[in-house]
């Protein structure tokens, strides 16, 4: 059989094509949502080990210019002390006052050099205890924050290995679907589904009014809804509008809540009823 071409559907047929597409993403952000903010969390943990190291990186490569400054200066010292044993030992030779007080100078200037260079030495020494430690700071910071990522990555695992296998089939769902539906009206739908807060782009008329921002609908815009002759966006939300029989949503006709509140309602009823026969049960202890 012959694949049918999208631009040949229906409106009919685009919509109910359409809401199949959105109710395959919702379940897929449903799976995403169990991971919760995990994903965002190793990020920034991965993000902050990376910063760190770089940090170490560059405190170990400012200790190694430290190192370096002082063999230059280690070397400075050992050439300032040659020369004023040399100018020593010419002291005895002199033959006037004048090349006396040269050599006086010059020895002078020397050892203040030596003392200098001692000094730097003394403050590179410092300057690397500092950075010494800092570093061992920030590589502890870096264990803790490995830690940290190795169990959060272990969550995101078990949670994802969990949602796999079933997000996998929603996704190749979605392909198929897309494949149905004509470029520009996925493209719309797509817009309008990123603009949109809940992720829908497509919702059912839910008691007279828009399922999505819940603004009444017009007798004559509903009927035209129901009517699957053209494509109808709320003027308010901007979102596709689709009747809840096209969407194949049960809605009970004397309250007009949809099967599948009816359903949530009682399990929440159940669940508050449970809790409370609980508590009940432990202020009688």
Do not use: W
Request: negative net charge; aromatic residues 4%.
């Amino acid at each position: 059989m012959a694949k049918k071409d999208p631009s040949e559907l229906s409106v009919e047929e685009r919509l109910k094509t359409l809401y199949q597409l959105q109710t395959a993403l919702s379940a897929i952000d449903e799976k995403r949502l169990l991971r919760g903010e995990l994903p965002l969390e190793v990020q920034d943990l991965e993000d902050e080990i990376e910063g760190l190291t770089t940090r170490v990186e560059k405190i170990s490569n400012e200790i190694a210019d430290y190192q370096k400054a002082i063999s230059q200066k280690k070397g400075e010292i050992a050439d300032a002390e040659a020369s004023v044993e040399r100018y020593k030992s010419q002291l005895d030779e002199v033959k006037n006052n004048r090349e006396y007080d040269t050599l006086s100078k010059e020895i002078e200037f020397q050892t203040l050099e030596i003392e200098l260079c001692n000094k730097k030495i003394r403050e590179a020494n410092n300057k690397i205890a500092d950075k010494q430690r800092e570093m061992e700071s920030s590589e502890a910071l870096i264990a803790e924050r490995q830690s940290d990522l190795e169990v959060k990555k272990n969550e995101l695992e078990e949670i994802m290995e969990e949602t796999r296998v079933e997000e996998e089939k929603l996704k190749e769902q979605v392909k198929t679907l897309e494949a149905k539906i004509e470029g520009r009206l996925l493209t719309s739908f797509k817009r309008i589904r990123r603009n949109a807060r809940n992720g829908l782009g497509i919702v059912y008329v839910q008691r007279d009014a828009c399922g999505g921002c819940f603004n009444k609908i017009p007798p004559q815009r509903q009927l035209d809804i129901k009517m699957h002759k053209k494509i109808i966006v709320c003027e308010y939300c901007g979102r596709i509008m689709i009747d809840p029989e096209l969407a194949g949503v049960k809605i009970d006709k004397a309250t007009g809540v949809t099967e599948e509140k009816k359903v949530r309602a009682k399990r929440s009823i159940r669940k508050t009823s449970t809790s409370k026969k609980a508590t009940d049960a432990n202020d009688m202890e």
